[in-house]
């Protein structure tokens, strides 16, 4: 059996943050192959506050459930005011060249009832919200065939049942009444943790060692691992980082001893960084392989790790001193004095280069134009497209991008939230997407609007009211 190769075909949430209802498809599932072996890429634009970095965070949480950790308690504040729970659901396309899947995954995220941890939460270490419903659904394609789209997983968290349909609970178990008690210990534990179930070590251990179909435990195994390694988010809080000259955010995906890891190490910009030895040495080889792309990037960069010595660190043991460098024509200077855009290509470079050659990796980057001058983006974007392998979602201001993908690939927002994302219509082969967007930004034409019209003269009154009221 070959590693499984998978792709996001569709996204739907619901009640999360500015979102009452968004429905994405990405372009390969717009395909007549969804399976297609090249790059896919999904741009998302749309003025400020309209449910760009919304639909990041909504990938947030699928990685943390899909890789079994558990939700930051900061989620809670992602839910719709006033609505008690956000509803997510994933239709992803598995392969491994001989099997062919569609697999969607259904749940919801539930603020956890107040009476039951708010009085005994004194310090504030239980998670306030709950992974409260999972569903797993899938078909298989057979002689060109779908097959009838059925039932894996349908599993309410607050039940005592661990899950339907009994006939998949049995072959999943293995008809173990143990191992179904075992997963009924589990699946509280869940709730505690604020993990998903499904995807819980616990459980993962527990269909390895005793599933008895064996594409049950391929397609659970593979979006597990998905969750693991292939899906990757970079937010905006590490380009605030940069931006304060704080600190450089590493991604990084590498394979070590037969294993795999993926992450990211922070190194600060502002005064060296005293780190364990073994962070070094990975830095270093992680920077070894970035140079090789940077130098093409921007002509004649390369970034380095200055050794500036051993030196005890707050838990006693020994680290490194270090210092991130920039070097040019042989002459280092200490990296927080290149520009915001440079730091940002350094930030994310590692894992561009692991999206561009994994097809089975998804990287989702927001505002990715961040600092970055526009040609240069476009070019990026066109490396990608034309030679990329795997998956890469971003949000962006710049419309540079527009210009260098095909349409399919660019999704806007909308003013309505119960339809935040749309396609543009009426778009024709010989139209510049750039101007049809500007066009449709000012005049209309869509079925939804996607502005929410601003006045510049009320602009101007209110920045003079507002002088006014400093100089008084």
């Given amino acids: 059996m070959g590693k499984m190769v998978i792709r996001i075909l569709r996204a739907e949430i619901n009640n999360f943050q500015n979102v009452e209802h968004g429905a994405l498809r990405f372009a390969c599932n717009l395909k007549d192959d969804i399976f297609e072996s090249s790059s896919d890429i999904l741009g998302i634009y749309g003025q400020n506050g309209s ?11 699928l990685d943390a459930l899909l890789s079994g950790r558990k939700l930051p308690k900061e989620t809670v504040n992602f839910i719709t005011k006033d609505k008690d729970t956000s509803h997510f659901s994933f239709e992803f396309g598995l392969n491994d060249v001989k099997n062919f899947y ?32 999972e569903k797993i659904r899938y ?74 179909v064996q594409s049950y435990k391929q397609i659970l195994r593979a979006l597990y691992l998905f969750g693991r390694f292939d899906l990757y988010i970079i937010g905006n809080r590490d380009s605030g980082l940069i931006s304060l000259n704080m600190a450089i955010p590493f991604s990084f995906r590498m394979e070590r001893d037969n294993s795999l890891s993926m992450g990211s190490i922070f190194i600060r910009l502002d005064k060296p960084s ?53 070097i040019r024509n042989e002459r280092k200077i200490p990296l927080r004095y290149e520009s915001e855009g440079i730091k940002k290509i350094i930030s994310i470079l590692h ?35 034309d030679s990329g392998k795997g998956q890469l ?11 260098m993908l095909h ?35 000012i ?17 101007a009154r209110a920045l003079r009211m507002a002088g006014a009221n400093i100089e008084k």
């Fill in 274 to 326: 005293v780190i364990p030895e073994e962070i070094y040495i990975l830095v270093g080889k992680v920077i070894e392989v970035m140079n090789t792309v940077l130098c093409e990037i921007i002509p004649g960069l390369q970034v380095g790790l200055l050794n500036m010595g051993k030196q005890i660190m707050q838990d006693g043991t020994e680290g490194i001193s270090v210092e991130m460098v920039s």
């Fill in 139 to 212: 078909s298989y394609l057979e002689n060109g065939i779908w097959s009838k789209l059925r039932t894996l997983i349908d599993c309410n968290l607050i039940e005592e049942k661990v899950f339907r349909p009994d006939a998949r609970l049995q072959d999943l178990t293995g008809g173990s009444s143990k191992i179904v008690d075992e997963l009924r210990v589990a699946k509280k534990l869940a709730i505690k943790q604020s993990t998903s179930f499904v995807f819980s070590k616990e459980t993962q251990k527990q269909i390895v060692q005793n599933c008895t």
């Fill in 443 to 459: 005049l209309g034409g869509q079925k939804e609007s996607i502005y929410e019209a601003t006045n510049s003269f009320a602009i």
């Fill in 407 to 441: 349409k399919s690939s660019i999704l806007f927002t909308t003013t309505n939230p119960n339809n935040r994302y749309i396609r543009l219509t009426n778009v024709k082969t010989n139209n510049n997407l750039r101007d049809l967007y500007y066009h449709d930004l």
């Fill in 102 to 133: 569609r697999v969607i995954y259904d749940f919801s995220i539930t603020k956890r009832e107040r009476d039951t941890w708010e009085e005994d939460d004194e310090a504030n270490t239980i998670n306030p919200v709950i992974v409260s419903y």
């Fill in 51 to 61: 449910g760009k970095t919304t639909f990041i965070h909504a990938l947030s949480v």
């Fill in 351 to 385: 894992m561009l280069i692991a999206m561009h050659n994994n097809p089975s990796m998804t990287l989702a980057i927001d505002e990715l134009d961040s600092g970055i001058f526009e040609y240069l983006l476009g070019e990026l974007l066109k490396v990608v497209r």
């Fill in 393 to 403: 979602i971003f949000t962006s201001h710049n419309l540079r991008p527009l210009e």
